[in-house]
């Protein structure tokens, strides 16, 4: 089965500080993308960085990047310099092993960033 | 604006109403889906729609009634809910591919049942 886990149900950070939010999945794809989407209190789900499995390089976007470990299967979030507009739940996505393109969800980790 | 719109936001309804949620996505994508986001819950995938065929049903009570009348819109139809299904509903699009493909989601259709 296709799955995806965050194992810290809930972080906080102070601003400008850094925090790691950690995942990891199963896919039975060589070839596929990883996600991280960001919800904020609005609900609205929005994709803050994405991975290309087969890219040795670590997706960079900002003050957000992720560490690939493909061989562990783990895509951990780190948010540099961290802002009280990143306080959000974040989601880690994987591929649901077909063609169809969808995607399995982590169960989410709620950020908060103290001032 | 994340080019997937949703309406209506928020609705509430009684256990024998009949209502309908829409999707419409103007991304030229060619698959849709609907989740569902409870409390202290992953998000669920309910239905994928694949060039307006469905192809994937998640074990979801026949209560909720997909419908996809062309690519760029996609329909929940709810009757004689239960007050567990109240949660939000969220729309997504997507590119269908191997590998997953990023999906775009609407704001959520935040439903109560009472």
């Known amino acids: 089965a296709q799955t995806v886990t965050q194992s810290q149900p809930e972080m906080s950070v102070q601003e400008a500080e850094t925090v790691t939010l950690s995942c990891t999945y199963d896919t039975s794809e060589n070839n596929y993308y990883l996600f991280w989407y960001k919800q904020p209190p609005s609900r609205q789900m929005i994709l803050v960085i994405r991975q290309e499995a087969y890219k040795q390089q670590n997706a960079t976007e900002n003050r957000f990047s992720v560490n690939f470990q493909k061989a562990a299967k783990s895509f951990s979030l780190k948010i540099s310099d961290s802002q009280l507009g990143d306080t959000a739940m974040y989601f880690c996505?994987?591929?649901?092993?077909?063609?169809?393109?969808?995607?399995?969800f982590g169960r989410g980790t709620q950020l908060t960033v103290w001032p | 604006e994340t080019g997937v719109t949703q309406t209506p936001r928020h609705l509430v309804m009684g256990m024998t109403n009949k209502k309908s949620l829409k999707c419409e996505q103007h991304l030229g994508h060619n698959a849709m889906y609907w989740y569902k986001q409870s409390a202290k819950k992953p998000l669920e995938l309910m239905f994928v729609y694949s060039l307006e065929e469905r192809v994937e049903n998640n074990s979801v009570p026949s209560r909720f009634s997909p419908e996809c009348p062309n690519s760029s819109h996609l329909f929940l139809h709810l009757h004689t809910l239960q007050p567990e299904d109240s949660a939000l509903y969220l729309c997504?699009?997507?590119?269908?591919?191997?590998?997953?493909?990023?999906?775009?989601f609407g704001q959520g259709t935040r439903l109560t049942v009472v």
């Open positions: 997504a699009s997507s590119q269908k591919g191997t590998g997953g493909s990023e999906a775009f």
């Open positions: 996505a994987a591929p649901g092993g077909s063609t169809l393109g969808r995607l399995y």
